[in-house]
């Protein structure tokens, strides 16, 4: 009776513990969600001591993101080792991401792959992605690998994550980790478009626009660029600018053509600056601008983009919309040539043969 006495009071012992250690876990919690940052760091730091995980992993994240206390990477990266150690799979994500930025220690891709394969044990989505991400990089000594950033884009496709999903279609489409097959990536961009990746809206918008590996489908086009367009997706503006200027699946319409494509181009989107231009060069759908056409051109030249070298090359050579100026128009035939613009090539033969054209 005696040992039993002594179980019986070691077992009550623990539950008085553990209810303890819930009423203060509750109690910090409570406190955070009324915004009393320290009391709840307070409470959850005291459990933290006391090896509770959870709380290590809330002390972890309260440095993390600066709540209550100045952020901090190294204490957080402090408390997120003592909870990834006793297997939060939560702490084992953040420390990974810890190590492969870098922050509040050295940058150690080797170890974020450790703690992401941990947190992947547990079935974590983001562990699957992150994984990926690594291997199909290539980060640090780690060597860019494929197949095996299929495989792990694949448990989170098959965890109907759409960023997955995304990703394996791209493995699908450019045949990467896998055996090239449009269909199939078409059906996991679809899959993930639907639950609204922006990223995946655009690009199977722009695949139905058609090419030499996809059938047109106008309509389909039109839906999932406008969807994405919507996300202030540059390249869905871009490509519904275009729908618009053309008449893909939507009835032509050079207003909506140049409103897309003003969108885009304010965005960088070099393509979209290089149809903006030409709406202003021409005088189509707007009144006529050179100067705005050459002040998008050349913005669109800047990035490297051989069409958009050649037409600033115009306008300096021409002076319409800048001033007039051979050696400038020469430069910019010469990167559009160096490219391979056949227009350039022909422009600078021109000059070559004409050089008091330069004059």
């Keep these: 009776m005696k040992l039993m006495r002594v179980i019986f009071w070691g077992v009550f012992v623990a539950m008085l513990c553990v209810q303890s250690s819930l009423a203060d876990m509750q109690a910090g919690r409570d406190a955070y969600n009324r915004g009393d940052y320290q009391v709840a760091l307070q409470e959850w730091t005291a459990l933290a001591n006391q090896g509770e995980a959870v709380a290590q992993f809330y002390v972890g994240t309260m440095y993390y993101e600066g709540t209550g206390v100045p952020q ?3 204490e957080a990266a402090k408390w997120y080792s003592f909870a990834a150690r006793e297997g939060h799979p939560y702490a084992q994500i953040n420390l990974g991401n810890l190590y492969s930025n ?3 220690m050295p940058q150690d891709h080797k170890a974020a792959l450790y703690w992401y394969e941990s947190a992947a044990e547990y079935g974590l989505t983001i562990a699957n992605l992150n994984i990926g991400n690594i291997y199909a990089e290539g980060q640090g000594s780690i060597p860019q690998n494929y197949d095996k ?3 792990y884009y694949r448990l989170a496709a098959e965890q109907d994550d759409a960023q997955g999903q995304y990703n394996l279609a791209s493995g699908y489409f450019y045949g990467r980790g896998v055996e090239k097959n449009i269909e199939l990536a078409i059906d996991w961009l679809r899959k993930s478009a639907t639950q609204g990746y922006v990223n995946a809206q655009a690009n199977l918008g722009t695949l139905y626009l058609g090419g030499e590996e996809v059938t047109p ?9 406008n969807l994405a367009a919507e996300q202030s997706h540059a390249l869905a503006q871009y490509n519904l600018g275009l729908s618009y200027h053309e008449g893909y699946g939507v009835q032509k319409n050079i207003a909506k053509a140049l409103e897309w494509y003003q969108q885009a181009a304010q965005q960088g989107a ?5 149809n903006l231009g030409g709406l202003y060069w021409n005088g189509e ?6 100067a705005k056409a050459c002040h998008w051109f050349l913005l669109a030249a800047e990035q490297g983009f051989d069409q958009a070298q050649h037409n600033i090359a115009v306008c300096f050579e021409r002076g319409k919309g800048v001033p007039k100026d051979p050696d400038n128009a020469i430069t910019w035939y010469r990167r559009a040539a160096k490219q391979g613009y056949e227009d350039s090539i022909l422009a600078l033969k021109h000059y070559a043969q004409n050089p008091n054209t330069a004059d």
């Design 270 to 274: 070099p393509h979209a600056q290089v």
């Design 72 to 74: 901090n990477y190294k």
């Design 149 to 151: 950033a299929l495989k």
């Design 217 to 225: 489908n106008y309509d389909e086009s039109a839906k999932w660029l």
């Design 285 to 290: 759908g707007v009144a006529q601008d050179s």
């Design 102 to 104: 870098g922050l509040g």
